[in-house]
């Protein structure tokens, strides 16, 4: 963990007192006691895709979403991942300085522009999941384009945990919605099976820069990749708010001048 900006933004990764170890060694962590907050309803934001297109600078439409953000007031955020052009120390460095403007606590999901040996230095635990109240988060790793069998048991064993609600987040979504498209995961199949068995709510990934909602059956997924990256396939500039209460709803708020 990069100490000048750990303490800021990502105290959730160096708070070990707070998680304990899975038989599959992923941390687990108690978001109540994290967050330090008792409120509910409350609100998450999710966003992905923020990284420049070269370079360490982040986008300035990024910037100007991290204060959008803040006027939302969140309880946490949720970052879906490619934070960065390139996994190296100082574009790490210039990404912690931006996002240390957040007022709410940010947890990060590894992208494929973020995967290096410096991750877990400056961003943290990749694989992991947090509760708060009613809901559980499952955190996974797909950056490789494929989930490991370690994963997948940590995402069978976190998912029978008695939670009313279950989100599950990782970069890659596991399927293209555009005709012939492949930014997806690999053998996605049995994911998505686990995914319909357990009930689960929502699954939010990014990777893909525009924005894309869809349900299948009783889980509703969520692709979101346009918080910064160049932008494709009609996307715009975006980040998604997810309120929990007595339901669920969502809804997608616009950077229109990005």
Not at 190 to 197: A, N, R, V
Not at 220 to 227: D, E, K, L, M, W
Request: glycine share 8%; net charge negative; charged share 25%.
């Amino acid at each position: 963990m990069n100490k000048k900006y750990g303490a800021l933004i990502l105290i959730i990764f160096i708070v070990s007192i707070f998680s304990v170890l899975d038989s599959t060694e992923y941390k687990i962590y108690d978001g109540e006691k994290i967050i330090k907050k008792d409120i509910y309803p409350y609100k998450f934001v999710f966003f992905g895709d923020n990284k420049p297109k070269e370079g360490k600078e982040q986008p300035e439409v990024f910037i100007k979403l991290i204060k959008m953000i803040n006027e939302e007031d969140p309880l946490f955020v949720i970052g879906g991942g490619d934070f960065v052009a390139e996994g190296t120390p100082e574009n790490f460095e210039e990404f912690l300085k931006v996002v240390a403007d957040l007022k709410a606590p940010l947890f990060c999901v590894c992208g494929n522009h973020d995967d290096s040996r410096c991750y877990k230095e400056y961003l943290g635990y990749r694989v992991y999941s947090f509760t708060y109240k009613n809901s559980i988060f499952i955190i996974l790793d797909n950056s490789k384009m494929i989930l490991n069998k370690g994963q997948i048991e940590f995402l069978k064993d976190q998912l029978k945990r008695n939670f009313e609600y279950k989100f599950v987040f990782m970069h890659i979504p596991p399927f293209d919605p555009r005709i012939g498209g492949s930014y997806c995961m690999i053998n996605s199949e049995s994911f998505m099976e686990i995914i319909k068995e357990n009930d689960v709510d929502y699954v939010f990934c990014s990777h893909i820069h525009s924005y894309h909602e869809e349900k299948r059956e009783d889980t509703v997924y969520i692709i979101s990749g346009g918080a910064g990256a160049p932008l494709l396939y009609g996307g715009f500039y975006h980040y998604v708010v997810v309120n929990v209460g007595e339901n669920i709803s969502h809804s997608v708020v616009r950077c229109e001048d990005g």
